[in-house]
């Protein structure tokens, strides 16, 4: 406010100016106040109702501290006024004067107001914007917020009629993962799965499959069949809930439709006896497996199925099929066959192969001087008779068969011989006491032992007579030999295949018809004796060296100190009774070599 001081008449106007400003002032400050605070009621109702109690309170207390501010500045002016009219002189001068100073004064206090103010104002206007800023930042956000509200409430609302849609639609529907039978019905009718039952009734019939993959068919006419369910459609639906479908999502649902089956056994029965696959010649009985050796090597053999058919189980399988409401039966996944009681896999046939394949490692070796050869499983694994018990047991005939078939190979006893004599010729022998000779039954029961038994060993054959070697080609007569060549009244000794002695001798007379006619052949030397003395019929005779070769005629070498010549043809005429007489130095040259079994070799 600025305030011009002149003539003292002008101090009353002036004075009844400063009045109706100041009442100017005041009335305005009162209008204001009054507009402010209706503002306030008004604002305040409004917050309230949106905002809050909070934040209008807020509000409310700055704009009231505005107000007081505002009030004290205009207690202030009113002050300053009064004071100058109640001071004022009475003559112009003096009152020129105080009004000068006191126009200075209001000048001054009303730039120190305007001053004061100004900042005071300008700091109130900043928080009154703050406080509008605030206001339109909640209304913002509460009308987000609202949108958010009104967003969830038509989601929820959407969400809730989508369910109760569904739920209708699965009242009427089966839910996801109903299983009827094994067969997924999820999301099906009633009506689909009643007419599936109805045709499925309908158009019954019952296939059996064999176990040679042909069929046979039985139809509802054939056996008087009625045919009716346990369970409909609506049964299965009644005992689920719609309104529990996502329960369902994740939980598989069975039932079990079966039907109950009306007809006539005795027709089926006879039906069934009709049939090409019971009749008695067309069936097989089952073998068991069995452990068989072939090649010297165990097998497992197979069960044989066969297609054996228990009648009364296969009316039993066909009943319950037909109350099941099955359409086809495949009998070899049934127990209608008969079965083996032993199978391949069974422990009891494993046990018995590795007990067999045990048995046939077995070897045994045979061996005859220079020879030998070997037993094997080969040989005696077809005699195998039993291998369920403790012991495998063998087929003695067959041993001893083997036995049998052994000494004819290799027996050599009485067997003609060739023979390449001294000076290079082949003779024949054909009279032979000499050689190889298997006793067969005491070998038979001793290869029998050795085979239950079931190790691998080496063995000679029991033998009734032997030779002195045994040679591929048969040689049995070997490199050491006495040689007596009967034609020429001689005889050669031969030791490792060189001659080491010969001498002149004396045979078997020839007279009398060859009565002492010392028969060629092949011998041993029985045993040799010093002294003996030779009994015969019609003598009695001491000798020094006695060597035996034929016990059972008693011929054999031995001295003969009583003749004064040997060789020629004394033999002829003059012979001896059928022993070969030698010279006493030549019989104890021979003594001294001979040994029992010492092979002797006589021919003519």
């Known amino acids: 406010m600025y305030l011009r001081v002149g003539e003292r008449t002008m101090s009353k106007e002036i004075d009844n100016g400063i009045d109706d400003d100041i009442d100017t002032n005041t009335d305005d400050i009162n209008i204001s106040d009054d507009k402010n605070v209706s503002d306030d009621n008004d604002i305040s109702d409004s917050e309230k109702q949106i905002f809050g109690e909070e934040s209008v309170t807020e509000t409310a207390e700055s704009e009231k501290i505005f107000d007081e501010e505002q009030n004290s500045q205009k207690e202030d002016s009113d002050t300053i006024f009064e004071a100058a009219d109640s001071q004022l002189p009475p003559d112009d001068s003096a009152a020129t004067t105080v009004l000068t100073g006191m126009t200075d004064a209001v000048g001054n206090i009303s730039g120190t107001q305007e001053s004061d103010n100004a900042p005071a104002e300008t700091g109130t206007r900043h928080d009154t914007q703050n406080q509008d800023n605030k206001i339109e930042n909640k209304k913002s956000g509460t009308k987000k917020l609202s949108a958010l509200k009104i967003f969830g409430i038509v989601f929820a609302i959407v969400v809730v009629c989508t369910y109760v849609a569904v739920s209708v639609w699965f009242m009427f529907h089966y839910n996801y993962k109903t299983y009827i039978n094994g067969n997924d019905y999820s999301f099906f009718t009633l009506d689909e799965v009643d007419q599936y039952i109805g045709e499925y009734i309908s158009d019954y019939s019952l296939t059996l499959k064999l176990r040679d993959d042909s069929e046979y068919r039985i139809d509802t006419d054939d056996i008087g069949l009625v045919i009716r369910p346990n369970i409909t459609a609506k049964?299965?639906?009644?005992?689920?809930?719609?309104?529990?479908?996502?329960?369902?999502m994740c939980r598989r649902k069975d039932y079990e439709l079966y039907y109950t089956a009306d007809y006539d056994k005795d027709k089926l029965e006879s039906l069934l006896k009709k049939c090409d696959f019971t009749q008695e010649a067309n069936m097989e009985k089952p073998v068991n497996a069995s452990v068989e050796i072939k090649d010297g090597k165990s097998t497992i053999i197979p069960e044989t199925e066969g297609n054996y058919i228990d009648f009364t189980k296969l009316c039993c399988i066909i009943d319950e099929?037909?109350?099941?409401?099955?359409?086809?039966?495949?009998?070899?996944?049934?127990?209608?066959?008969?079965?083996?009681?032993?199978?391949?896999?069974?422990?009891?046939?494993?046990?018995?192969?590795?007990?067999?394949?045990?048995?046939?490692?077995?070897?045994?070796?045979?061996k005859i001087d220079e020879i030998s050869?070997?037993?094997?499983?080969?040989?005696?694994?077809?005699?195998?008779s039993d291998i369920s018990a403790e012991k495998i047991e063998f087929q003695k005939d067959k041993v001893h068969e083997y036995v049998q078939n052994m000494a004819d190979r290799y027996d050599t006893y009485g067997v003609p011989r060739n023979f390449r004599t001294h000076d290079g010729r082949i003779v024949t022998l054909d009279n032979t006491w000499y050689g190889w000779l298997i006793d067969v039954d005491s070998e038979a029961e001793e290869l029998y032992s050795v085979l239950e038994a079931g190790e691998s060993v080496e063995r000679v054959p029991i033998f009734d007579c032997y030779a002195a070697v045994y040679r591929d080609g048969g040689d049995d007569i070997g490199d050491t030999y006495i040689e007596c060549d009967f034609g020429q009244q001689h005889i050669y000794v031969y030791v490792n295949g060189e001659q080491v002695m010969d001498s002149d001798c004396v045979t078997g007379s020839l007279a009398d018809s060859g009565k002492y006619r010392t028969p060629g052949g092949v011998y041993t030397i029985l045993y040799t004796k010093t002294p003996a003395v030779l009994i015969g019929d019609d003598y009695e005779t001491p000798v020094k060296y006695w060597m035996p070769f034929i016990g059972e005629l008693g011929i054999g070498f031995h001295d003969?100190?009583?003749?004064?010549?040997?060789?020629?043809?004394?033999?002829?005429?003059?012979?001896?009774?059928?022993?070969?007489?030698?010279?006493?130095?030549?019989?104890?040259?021979?003594?001294?070599?001979?040994?029992?079994?010492?092979?002797?070799?006589?021919?003519?």
């Open 560 to 604: 003969a100190t009583w003749r004064s010549a040997f060789g020629g043809d004394i033999y002829k005429t003059g012979g001896s009774h059928g022993c070969v007489n030698l010279p006493l130095s030549a019989a104890e040259q021979l003594f001294n070599i001979a040994y029992e079994g010492m092979p002797v070799v006589c021919y003519y």
């Open 235 to 248: 049964k299965i639906k009644n005992e689920q809930n719609g309104f529990l479908w996502p329960y369902y």
């Open 373 to 384: 050869w070997e037993l094997t499983s080969e040989d005696y694994g077809d005699w195998i």
């Open 321 to 366: 099929a037909l109350n099941k409401g099955d359409q086809l039966v495949d009998l070899d996944d049934t127990d209608v066959y008969e079965k083996p009681e032993v199978t391949a896999d069974s422990k009891e046939i494993i046990s018995e192969q590795a007990k067999l394949e045990k048995v046939l490692s077995m070897k045994i070796t045979y």
